[in-house]
């Protein structure tokens, strides 16, 4: 009788051993799968961040028509930035505008403006605008996407 008591403690202890790694394949799994899913969420959420980079420098384009015409916004880097026109209490021209346009819309690749604890909206990024004729073409490169 103890011979028959002895091999069901067996084969309870083995049901429980392959219980143990069915339920760890199936954690790990789930890790795996977290992890790939904030990755791929991660990488929407600088693709988004882009957009909105992009535009943002076409909407202050749209609201400086002046500044367009006189081809202020021709060839734009974000690693140039312009110096500050110093113009916002006294009135800006249509190039100064430009000209604090493109360097608001720098601060988004470095700290252009100095600012404290600074932290770019985009890591590894880099912004241009360059015009050929009447078509401009934005473009936002990070080497994290």
């Known amino acids: 009788m103890d011979r028959v008591f002895d091999r069901i403690r067996g084969y309870t202890l083995i049901e429980l051993m392959i219980s143990v790694l069915i339920i760890s394949i199936g954690v790990l799994g789930?890790?795996?799968?977290?992890s790939v899913s904030l990755r791929g969420n991660n990488g929407a959420y600088l693709k988004t961040q882009a957009t909105f980079i992009a535009g943002d420098i076409i909407a202050r384009m749209m609201a400086n028509p002046?500044?367009?015409?006189a081809g202020a916004y021709t060839s734009i880097s974000s690693?140039?930035?312009p110096l500050d026109p110093d113009c916002i209490s006294t009135g800006c021209s249509p190039d100064q505008l430009?000209?604090?346009d493109i360097r608001e819309w720098s601060h988004y690749f470095?700290?252009?403006?100095?600012?404290?604890?600074?932290?770019?909206?985009?890591?590894?990024a880099s912004?241009?605008?360059?015009a050929t004729g009447d078509?401009?073409?934005v473009t936002v490169r990070s080497a994290t996407f």
């Open 127 to 130: 912004g241009t605008v360059v």
């Open 66 to 69: 002046d500044g367009v015409e």
């Open 79 to 81: 690693s140039s930035p």
């Open 110 to 124: 470095s700290n252009v403006l100095g600012t404290a604890n600074y932290r770019a909206t985009l890591p590894d």
């Open 135 to 137: 078509v401009y073409v």
């Open 30 to 34: 789930v890790v795996t799968l977290q």
């Open 98 to 100: 430009a000209s604090q």
